[in-house]
Every structure is written in structure tokens, then in C-alpha cells.
């Protein structure tokens, strides 16, 4: 079940959820993690690295087969590497920055060769993170405007069959698979629910078996939870961390004054939308990573729940109420995935008109939302975060001014800028010892806390709804972006 139609069918460059749900049925990358994200084989057999931590070697599994038949090899990784993670994923350009080079010294073995030492980039190989795309269908191309985005050859368990816009994405079963005998099934649909009552009608009905990322209201889950033939889980998600928060443009007036970023943090009961909305599967966020991380820092700046302090930050940054009791005017562009996320743009714009921000809500499709804030058309907008269960893979992106690139979803959309910022980034990408690690995260999480470009809500509990019919759905940390190959129908 999908609940939102994917712009395209490829997460190597657009880490969009169904994306990403799609993609990694097709497409594969060099490891998978298990359930404690370690790193296990993949496309990649086996991987060493020196002792100075400036080479990696990774042996490729043989007798792989694109599935239009060509071979896959070494030259397809590297080409991935250097011209697509490493130049226009969102968290690749971070994470691949000290990549310099990628050596085939025979189609089975693949070199990267790194500047600087990288203590994250075994952790970023994972077919929705690092999508290898095959080089005979991308070189030379616009990677973002190829046509085979839409209708991916890949390596993976299924093979693209069909995409009916508005209706259903049908994935077949590949014959040729490395690792047969899999898949067990036959044809993989997925199809497109927009309206949150019919997504549960579909489960009651059997005519959906799985859906991720809380398909269904979470009133209707409890319902649901109650059926014999169905089964509810949170477990999967520890890959993604789930996170959800607010971007803020800082190049609008009056949101280039952190006191008028603090004052809506302020503005805003977290505890209300996690028992009113989010009916208790969420925690408040006291920042950009996760409490259960072990980069957690503890003491940053906290904005708890107070509409008369920042009533009084706003009369300090000199905006003050007009005839209206309205002191500026800002639009909310929330991303369209699900009744929650739409409740909660609701409730922030009833709680900042409770401080005089009049806030317009804009709804929009997915495809148009991204647009609109990547090429920062916007004031505030809304959205999942995943912080990754390693954060240089998924928050340093939002901190980090060399991410500032406009056009390109899911990074430094805010405009933020600070020199101590970038330098804890670029400091802890290339320390090995953890506890420097974990100091430099210190300091990032310190100064965005203090600053504020983006305002950190919630760390979210995912649900996903499965018929019990179904199994091996849930194997791993990143179970919404599994390849299937290890599902079974009773």
C-alpha cells in the first residue's frame, strides 16, 4: 500500500518515502544492516579496510545480472558513487565528501579511496541510502531527468512492470535473482490510497496486506489492532529513526530573528498533538537527534510549552499586533503523507494565531510540495524527518551550509549558516574515535537548539499494519525499504 504517489522510483538522489518503499524492491546497494544496523552482505560479498582507514575494498558478488540482461560489475559502482551519492543525494554529499576516487581493478572489485578517514561510510550503503544505478543507462545523462527513474532496471528480487499514475505500481518477480530461490511470490502491486478510509477499508476488506509508516489513522489502528487476522507492529524502524519537525526559511523576514524562531517553538504543546493527534505513539523531541542515540546530548536549550513568553519574544523583536491582533503573515507548506501530518499543520496554525502569526496553510500534492521548499519557496513547512540511526547520515545534512543547494529536496532547505556548526560537521565526518564523535555532535546539537532553524517536534512511532498471511515482512532495522525477498504468503 502506498499513501502517496512517489515522484519517481529511484531513492539514489530523491529520498522520498514511497520512493524509497519502491526503489528497494528493484534496486540494490553494496550492504544490508540487520537488526542491531550492522553491516551484512549485499551486493557486496565481503568489504576490508586499511589501517589508515583511507581505502575500502569491497568484493562484488558474482553472476549478477541487470535485469535487462547486462552484467553488473564494478564500473557501476563507481559511476554511482562519484556521480550520483557523492553529488546529489541529499546526505551523500556529506557522507561521500572525502570520497575521491573509485578504482576497478577488475569488474568483481570496487576501491574507494577516501582524503580523510569516514567513520560512517559503512553505515550508508543500504539500498534506499545508496542506490547502485546501472552506468549503461545513466552515463551521460541528466541523472535527475533520465527516464529510467520512472522505470528502474535494477538487480533487486523484482523487476518494474508497470506504473498506472493514480492507481498502482506493479512489480513482477525476478527469475533471474542472485539469491535463489527467491522471491517466494509472484507479482508485488502497490497501490495508491489517498483517502485514509479507504486505506483501512482495504485492510478489512483483505484487498491490502501491508502498509508502512501508520497507513491508517490511528484511531482506525486501534480498531484494527482488535482483528485476529491482523497484525500491528513498531518494530522495523530503528534504521530510520522517525523524527517530525519544521523547517524555517531563514532568508524571510521576520523568521531571520531567532527570537522569532524561539517565540513559535514556544508557541507550540507538543504534549497536546502527541495525545490529540498522534494519540501517544510519539514523544516530545528535545532536539535534532534522537534520546536513544548514543550522540544524545541532554542540555541544550529546551521551549517548553509557553504562548506568554513567546508573547513577550516577539514584542522584543519590535512586531507588534496589528487591528487584527495579527503582528506577520507566514505560509505553512506541511507535507501531504497522512491525516496526522495535516492535523498537526492545523493545530499550528490555531496555536501561532494564539501569538498573532497568521499562518496560510498551503496543500499541495507531494510532488509539489518538495518542489516548492527545495527551491525555498517558502516560510515554514512540515515534515517526517528521518534522523538515521547514525546522524551524519541524516541530520548533519540539514545543518551543514555546504548543503545549501537549491532545487535539491531534504537539505539545508533553512539557509542556516554557522562557521562552529560546519566545523563540528566536517570534524566528526572523518573521526574515528567515538567519543570525539560524540562531543562534536555535542556541540551541533547545542547550537541548534540555541539558534533554531528548524523546530524539532516529535520522535515518532511508525506503525505498520500487515495481514498475518503475510511473513518475513519485518526482518531487519529498515523493514519499509526491505527488497521482499524474504516474503511469504500462508
Known amino acids: 500500500m502506498l499513501t502517496q504517489e512517489p515522484p519517481q522510483l529511484t531513492s539514489a538522489f530523491n529520498t522520498t518515502l514511497p520512493n524509497g518503499v519502491v526503489g528497494t524492491k528493484v534496486l540494490e546497494g553494496l550492504l544490508a544492516y540487520d537488526e542491531k544496523m550492522q553491516p551484512k552482505p549485499s551486493l557486496a560479498t565481503s568489504w576490508s579496510v586499511s589501517n589508515d582507514g583511507l581505502e575500502y575494498t569491497f568484493k562484488l558478488r558474482p553472476n549478477v545480472s541487470w535485469h535487462d540482461g547486462q552484467p553488473f560489475t564494478s564500473a557501476d559502482v563507481a559511476y554511482s558513487a562519484m556521480n ?28 574507494f579511496k577516501l582524503s580523510k578517514s569516514s567513520p560512517v561510510l559503512l553505515s550508508a550503503l543500504h539500498s534506499y541510502e545508496s542506490q547502485i544505478l546501472p552506468k549503461h543507462l545513466y552515463d551521460g545523462t541528466d541523472v535527475t531527468l533520465n527516464p529510467w527513474n520512472l522505470k528502474p532496471i535494477g538487480t533487486g528480487p523484482f523487476v518494474f512492470k508497470e506504473w498506472r499514475r493514480g492507481q498502482y505500481i506493479m512489480l513482477e518477480r525476478n527469475p533471474n535473482y542472485w539469491d535463489k530461490p527467491k522471491p517466494a511470490i509472484e507479482r508485488v502491486i502497490l497501490r495508491l490510497f489517498v483517502d485514509p478510509g479507504a486505506r483501512s477499508a482495504a485492510f478489512e476488506t483483505g484487498s491490502a496486506d501491508i502498509g508502512y509508516f501508520s497507513p491508517v489513522t490511528l484511531a482506525d489502528a486501534e480498531r484494527l489492532k482488535k482483528r485476529t ?76 510549552y509557553d504562548p506568554a513568553k513567546a508573547n513577550a519574544l516577539l514584542d522584543e523583536a519590535g512586531l507588534k499586533r496589528g487591528p487584527n491582533g495579527m503582528r506577520f503573515r507566514i505560509t505553512h507548506d506541511p507535507v501531504p503523507q497522512n491525516q496526522e501530518h495535516a492535523l498537526t499543520a492545523d493545530y499550528v496554525k490555531q496555536a501561532l494565531a494564539v501569538v498573532g502569526i497568521d499562518v496560510e496553510i498551503r496543500k499541495q500534492d507531494l ?32 545543518f551543514w551550509s555546504g548543503n545549501i543547494k537549491q532545487g535539491i529536496p531534504f537539505t539545508n532547505v533553512s539557509g542556516f549558516s ?40 516529535l520522535e515518532v512511532n511508525y506503525l505498520t499494519i500487515a495481514n498475518k498471511r503475510l511473513n518475513g515482512h519485518t526482518v531487519d532495522g529498515a523493514a519499509p525499504f526491505s527488497s521482499f525477498a524474504d516474503v511469504k504468503i500462508d
Do not use: C
Not at 516548492?372 to 541524516?394: C, E, I, Q
Not at 554557522?418 to 555532535?441: G, V
Open 84 to 111: 550520483v551519492w557523492k553529488t546529489l543525494h541529499p546526505r551523500g554529499r556529506i557522507i561521500f565528501s572525502s570520497l575521491t576516487a573509485v578504482n576497478t581493478p577488475d569488474p568483481l572489485t570496487a576501491v
Open 229 to 304: 487476522d491482523m497484525m500491528i507492529t513498531t518494530n522495523g524502524y530503528q534504521y530510520a529513526t522517525p523524527m517530525f519537525f519544521m523547517e524555517l526559511n531563514l532568508r524571510n523576514p521576520p523568521l531571520n530573528d531567532v527570537r522569532v524562531r524561539q517565540a513559535i517553538s514556544h508557541a507550540i504543546d507538543r504534549q497536546f498533538i502527541i495525545k490529540n493527534i498522534f494519540m501517544g505513539y510519539a514523544t516530545p523531541a528535545t532536539g535534532p537527534i534522537q534520546s536513544s542515540s548514543q550522540f544524545y546530548e541532554p542540555n541544550v536549550a529546551q521551549y517548553p
Open 367 to 398: 510532488a509539489s510540495q518538495i518542489k516548492r521548499v527545495s527551491s525555498w519557496n517558502f516560510d515554514m513547512s512540515s515534515n517526517p524527518l528521518f534522523a538515521m540511526f547514525d546522524p551524519a547520515l541524516g541530520v548533519t545534512r540539514l
Open 418 to 457: 554557522d562557521p562552529l556548526m560546519d566545523s563540528s560537521i566536517e570534524a566528526q565526518s572523518t573521526e574515528r574515535d567515538l567519543k570525539k564523535r560524540i562531543a562534536h555532535f555535542s556541540v551541533l546539537q547545542k547550537i541548534a537548539q540555541q539558534q533554531v532553524p528548524l523546530i524539532y517536534l
